[in-house]
């Protein structure tokens, strides 16, 4: 078979390996893409028919190479008929028969359709290289997706390399020696108390592994997610790791509605074990576990409560820290309640615009009215702005 020459095509290979962080066999398959569309380009210079190649002209011809030859092969996989009238496509009978007698009308045979060294041409030659560098930008994407897809939903060690408008491009790796990639941090998934300076080290959430082969980095992360602080627990309270005590939801509002309220969790926790106190085993000895996570979050506040399957008492303690007279179910269906409180907690109850009773919505996933006690006309309420449906992050950790 005659082949078109590749100079130090193994060599080319490795280097391309190397330089890409892509193993060997992906930057095969992407010179074969590549030399076949430039292939393509050679015969659909030769007509002046254009309309001839659709899209899957040339889906029976394939690209082999050769590295002992140091060059590559066109081949093309033709049906033997008894009239041709695509030669790119069919071969005559009489044609194989001279090659093979046991040939039959219907079978396929594999023909070697390789041109000439010259005459595979400069402009073939350049839509190679432009088509490559495209096959290894896209067997790149491919190898990112296939190495973080199942790591959605974890923790990632990164560090800023960058900035683009508004976004920050941080270099994240999966670990087991492997290279890094880029991420992209939005600004609604960044902390308003970080700092985002060049190579400054954060751990991530990784909230979406991208499809498709489109601009820019395909792994999206966040340092505004619930999922954060759920690692974030795991990792400093042992109870959390050995399932002891869980995590039953989160409620979240990293970046809050207005610039004058702080960020601010609420995390609901329950065991098992009547011998163990869940908040107690989370804020730790002298605040020390729960400390540690509100370092990582640059002086977050965290509201840790305990959770109950009573909605009555759930309610009063995710309300924390404000002191509740009692709380009426209004609508079970429609999980509604009205929750009465002393006059002199009513703006504890409600926060710092709305936050906390914001955020209490979240958690419990009922709809609050805070009212003050002892008043019946003028009364304090809090209704739409203040349903699980309005915006903060929200992760249930556990069904009830």
Same mark, same amino acid.
């Given at each position: 078979?005659?082949?078109?020459?590749?100079?130090?095509?193994?060599?080319?290979?490795?280097?391309?390996?190397?330089?890409?962080?892509?193993?060997p066999?992906?930057?095969?398959?992407?010179?074969?893409?590549?030399?076949?569309?430039?292939?393509?380009?050679?015969?659909?210079?030769?007509?002046? #028919?254009?309309?001839q190649?659709?899209? #899957?002209?040339?889906?029976?011809?394939?690209?082999?190479?050769?590295?002992?030859e140091?060059?590559?092969?066109v081949?093309?996989?033709? /049906?033997?008929?008894?009239?041709?009238s695509n030669?790119? !496509?069919?071969i005559?009978? +009489?044609?194989?028969?001279?090659?093979?007698?046991?040939?039959?009308? $219907?079978d396929? *045979? =594999?023909?070697?359709?390789?041109?000439?060294?010259?005459?595979? @041409?400069?402009?073939?030659?350049?839509?190679? +290289?432009?088509?490559?560098?495209?096959?290894?930008?896209?067997?790149?994407?491919?190898?990112?997706?296939?190495?973080?897809?199942e790591l959605?939903?974890? =923790?990632?060690?990164?560090?800023?390399?960058r900035?683009?408008r508004?976004?920050?491009?941080?270099?994240?790796?999966?670990?087991?020696?492997?290279? /890094?990639?880029?991420?992209?941090?939005?600004?609604k998934?960044q902390?308003?108390?970080?700092?985002?300076?060049?190579?400054?080290?954060?751990?991530v959430?990784?909230?979406?592994?991208?499809d498709?082969?489109g601009k820019?980095?395909?792994?999206?992360?966040?340092?505004?997610?619930a999922?954060?602080?759920?690692?974030?627990?795991?990792?400093?309270?042992?109870?959390?790791?050995?399932?002891?005590v869980?995590?039953?939801?989160?409620?979240? /509002?990293?970046?809050?509605?207005?610039?004058h309220? $702080?960020s601010?969790?609420?995390?609901?926790? #329950?065991?098992? #074990?009547?011998?163990i106190?869940? =908040?107690?085993?989370?804020? @730790?000895?002298? @605040?020390s576990?729960?400390?540690?996570?509100?370092?990582?979050?640059? $002086?977050e506040?965290?509201? *840790?409560?305990?959770?109950?399957p009573?909605? /009555?008492i759930?309610?009063?303690?995710?309300?924390?820290?404000?002191?509740?007279n009692? *709380?009426?179910?209004?609508?079970?269906?429609?999980?509604?309640?009205?929750?009465?409180?002393p006059?002199?907690?009513?703006?504890?109850?409600?926060?710092k615009?709305?936050?906390?009773?914001?955020?209490?919505? !979240?958690?419990?996933?009922?709809?609050?009215?805070?009212?003050?006690?002892?008043?019946q006309?003028e009364?304090?309420?809090i =209704?739409?702005?203040?349903?699980?449906?309005?915006e903060?992050?929200?992760?249930?950790?556990?069904?009830e």
């Amino acid at each position: 078979m005659a082949t078109v020459s590749l100079p130090n095509l193994g060599k080319m290979i490795n280097d391309i390996s190397e330089g890409h962080n892509l193993p060997p066999s992906a930057v095969k398959i992407a010179l074969q893409e590549a030399l076949l569309k430039g292939y393509e380009r050679y015969r659909r210079s030769q007509t002046l #028919d254009r309309d001839q190649f659709d899209d #899957d002209y040339f889906d029976n011809f394939e690209v082999q190479l050769d590295l002992e030859e140091e060059g590559f092969m066109v081949l093309a996989t033709k /049906e033997i008929v008894e009239s041709v009238s695509n030669s790119d !496509h069919q071969i005559g009978l +009489k044609e194989v028969k001279e090659v093979a007698e046991e040939a039959e009308l $219907g079978d396929t *045979v =594999v023909i070697d359709v390789t041109p000439q060294q010259k005459d595979f @041409g400069r402009m073939a030659a350049i839509q190679t +290289k432009q088509v490559l560098m495209q096959k290894l930008r896209d067997q790149e994407r491919k190898m990112i997706q296939e190495e973080f897809q199942e790591l959605e939903e974890t =923790v990632l060690q990164a560090r800023v390399v960058r900035f683009e408008r508004q976004s920050v491009i941080m270099a994240v790796t999966s670990g087991y020696g492997r290279p /890094e990639v880029e991420a992209e941090l939005p600004i609604k998934e960044q902390l308003p108390n970080d700092n985002y300076r060049a190579n400054a080290a954060f751990r991530v959430y990784l909230k979406k592994v991208r499809d498709g082969v489109g601009k820019g980095p395909q792994l999206i992360v966040s340092r505004a997610s619930a999922g954060l602080v759920a690692y974030l627990f795991e990792n400093e309270v042992p109870e959390i790791q050995d399932e002891v005590v869980r995590i039953v939801a989160i409620a979240r /509002e990293a970046n809050p509605p207005s610039r004058h309220v $702080g960020s601010r969790t609420k995390l609901a926790v #329950d065991t098992l #074990d009547r011998d163990i106190d869940p =908040v107690g085993s989370c804020i @730790g000895a002298r @605040g020390s576990r729960i400390q540690a996570v509100v370092n990582e979050l640059r $002086g977050e506040k965290i509201d *840790v409560i305990r959770w109950s399957p009573d909605p /009555e008492i759930y309610i009063k303690n995710a309300l924390s820290p404000a002191q509740i007279n009692r *709380v009426v179910l209004m609508d079970t269906e429609e999980r509604h309640a009205q929750v009465i409180v002393p006059g002199n907690q009513l703006s504890l109850a409600i926060g710092k615009d709305g936050q906390n009773v914001r955020l209490s919505a !979240h958690l419990t996933g009922w709809k609050l009215d805070i009212k003050e006690a002892g008043k019946q006309e003028e009364e304090a309420e809090i =209704v739409e702005e203040f349903s699980p449906d309005s915006e903060a992050t929200v992760e249930a950790l556990g069904s009830e």
